[in-house]
């Protein structure tokens, strides 16, 4: 809120602070006037003398006139002992009606007399004393205690502590109708306000500590919580009617002087949390070990002195923070901070007129102060609630803006899922495809291969028969291609000789058409069985091997050698004796799409193909892991003997 609108508002304010102190002003007048009217009856005189601390009787000597209320402290300084008045009324009207008597407040205890009849006593005339300083009393005065021709007096013996200005307060006596009005607006204002009041003050500190418990982070409400309890603390003080759990007068004092400068110290950090310029954390620190000075100064040193200076000292304080924030207010000219600094200078004014009613400038009985520190906390609570609120639209801004984005960010990443889907789809059938050009060039080209090699080399043309073999043999082929697939979940064959058969029935007849000899060597037995997958992958590399020496060699001798170097690793070596080829060239080459798809196919298995070749002998020898199918890593060759192979 700024602008016009906002300078309304605050004019409105101190309209409103203006209109607020001149009642606070008028209305004690008002009363005293209206009271004064109720009755005719009057006082006549007004007495007090000083007696010893054991006397239970009224003085002889030493009266001396004094005015109510009266504080004998500034009359007789440190005097401990009771102080006796006597107070000598008339009335014009009947002894036979009613008359009652009302006493706004006794300093700290006392007794009452109607000429001699006791008619009220504390409970405690002794530390520790009672406390009726804030209590209003009315009596009906006893009939048979009055003297209808008169005079008649009005004894009080009153018990007090020089330290806490003892005395009597204002004693009127009229109509028990208008002496029990008189005594519920005393209780009204002294008592029942400040029950109010500190009710009010608990409730908002309570609500605010609960709130501020699961978030640490909002200080203002944690400070805002003990500002009301050390307020609920030293406001209790008017409230009491006896000094317990205390043992005296003097602990009672230090306790109240204890949340006095406990409320004073944190009311300045609650001010400044308030006005969004909380002190900084050296500030705190020196504020907080000055508390903790003049709160050892208030409970360890001895006598009233030190306690009260120090209090006086905080009082100091309260009066240079208001002052710090109104010349803060006046600078940053901000709504919130001028409301701040117009209820502070209310506070201020409000306690400036109780200290003119302390020292009995101000004609009044009632204090304010407490008044307006409880309407300083309902601003403050109001102001909180304006600050929570503004949070609560930021925090829904941030989720509105946190949901926009997240929705955003779903859709980029539904948008790039979606691509990299198509991406890995498309990749996908590209890998089918080479991997079925690859199956089909191992598989079926092969025997395709061997086929034409039959025909060519015949004398005469094939047979029906002949040709439907071969025909059948490509039907094989070119099914187990189809099938491979599903060879995860096939039997591998059961011994290394099973596993031969279909090699050499589909080459060991080409061998001998072409007058090539070959030789096959297998172990017995499995010492590791190998997969399914392992055994097809071994086999695919034998046919292409086979395929290239019957196409390219010109070998005699051919020998296909299955072996186990250790129990963890199988090998398949195969040799032949033709003329050989330059092996680093083919091996950079790739040595044709046929070896370049085994090599490949090789290492996706963790395996490895090597290559060795000179004229007249050509190793091929193709090493698969047997205990982890999952390492990547090729193989070293194995370091094998290489037999000598014999000539024809």
């Known amino acids: 809120m700024t602008g016009f609108g906002g300078h309304r508002l605050a004019r409105s304010l101190w309209w409103l602070c203006s209109l607020l102190l001149a009642w606070l002003c008028w209305m004690p007048a008002a009363h005293a006037s209206t009271a004064a009217q109720a009755c005719s009856a009057r006082i006549d005189s007004t007495m007090a003398a000083r007696a010893d601390a054991a006397a239970t009787q009224a003085p002889t000597q030493g009266w001396e006139a004094v005015t109510l209320p009266d504080n004998w402290s500034r009359r007789w300084p440190g005097h401990h002992g009771p102080v006796w008045y006597r ?77 806490l200005r003892p005395g009597l307060g204002v004693v009127e006596v009229g109509t028990p109708e208008a002496m029990l009005a008189s005594q519920r607006h005393h209780d009204w204002n002294t008592r029942t306000l400040f029950q109010l009041n500190l009710t009010l003050s608990a409730t908002l500190g309570i609500m605010a500590l609960v ?59 609650f001010c400044w949390q308030l006005i969004e310029s909380p002190l900084s954390r050296r500030q705190l620190q020196r504020l907080g070990g000055l508390t903790l000075v003049a709160g050892a100064v208030v409970m360890a040193t001895p006598g009233w002195f030190p306690m009260q200076r120090a209090a006086d000292f905080y009082t100091l304080i309260f009066l240079g923070n208001t002052a710090l924030v109104i010349r803060h207010a006046w600078r940053t000219r901000a709504l919130q901070h001028q409301l701040v600094a117009v209820y502070l200078l209310l506070m201020v004014s409000m306690g400036v007129r ?42 829904e801004r941030f989720n509105q ?24 789809l498309a990749n996908a059938h590209l890998q089918e495809r080479l991997q079925l050009a690859q199956d089909l060039h191992d598989g079926l080209g092969g025997q395709i291969v061997r086929s034409i090699m039959l025909v060519e080399q015949s004398d005469a043309p094939p047979s029906k028969e002949r040709y439907l073999s071969m025909l059948k043999l490509l039907r094989d082929d070119l099914r187990q291609v189809v099938d491979s697939d599903g060879s995860i979940g096939a039997n591998a064959p059961t011994t290394p000789e099973e596993w031969t058969i279909p090699l050499r029935y589909r080459f060991v007849t080409l061998f001998d058409d072409l007058e090539m000899s070959s ?24 046919e292409e091997a086979l395929t290239n020496i019957v196409k390219h060699s010109q070998a005699r001798m051919v020998r296909v050698n299955l072996l186990y170097p250790d129990a ?63 390492a990547a890593a090729p193989l070293p060759a194995p370091r094998l003997p290489i037999p000598h192979m014999p000539m024809p």
């Open 87 to 163: 107070i000598t009324w008339s009335t014009d009207c009947p002894l036979t009606s009613p008359v009652a008597m009302t006493v706004d407040s006794i300093n700290m205890a006392g007794e009452v007399y109607s000429n001699q009849d006791l008619i009220w006593r504390d409970h405690h005339l002794q530390e520790p004393l009672s406390r009726s300083w804030s209590t209003a009393h009315s009596w009906v005065l006893p009939q048979s205690s009055l003297q209808p021709q008169g005079p008649n007096t009005i004894w009080l013996r009153v018990v007090g502590v020089p330290e």
């Open 568 to 630: 963890r690793q199988l090998v398949l070596r195969i040799e032949d004796d033709g003329i050989g080829f330059d092996a680093p060239i083919a091996l950079r080459a790739g040595l044709g799409i046929g070896m370049s798809s085994m090599r490949a196919r090789m290492e996706r298995m963790g395996g490895a193909l090597h290559v060795r070749s000179r004229p007249g002998h050509t190793v091929i020898e193709a090493c698969l892991p047997l205990a982890d199918l999952g």
């Open 211 to 269: 709130v501020w418990l699961p978030r640490r982070k909002q200080s203002l409400l944690g400070w805002y919580a003990l500002v009301s309890l050390c307020w609920v603390l030293f406001g209790s003080n008017v409230l009491l009617t006896e000094t317990w759990p205390f043992p005296d007068s003097l602990a009672m004092a230090r306790v109240n002087h204890l949340a006095y400068i406990g409320y004073i110290a944190s009311f300045a950090v």
């Open 354 to 395: 109780d200290l003119l009613v302390v020292a009995e400038i101000w004609p009044s009985r009632n204090f304010y102060s407490a008044y307006t520190a409880l309407l300083f906390m309902l601003l403050s609570a109001v102001l909180m609630r304006r600050r929570i609120l503004q949070d609560a639209q930021r925090i």
């Open 401 to 424: 803006e946190l949901s926009e984005t997240v929705a955003r960010a779903c859709d980029e990443l539904n948008t790039t899922l979606s691509q990299e889907h198509a991406l890995a």
């Open 519 to 542: 030789e096959w060597l297998t172990p017995a037995h499995w010492e590791t069985p190998p997969s399914a997958l392992q055994c097809m992958l071994l086999a695919r590399v034998a």
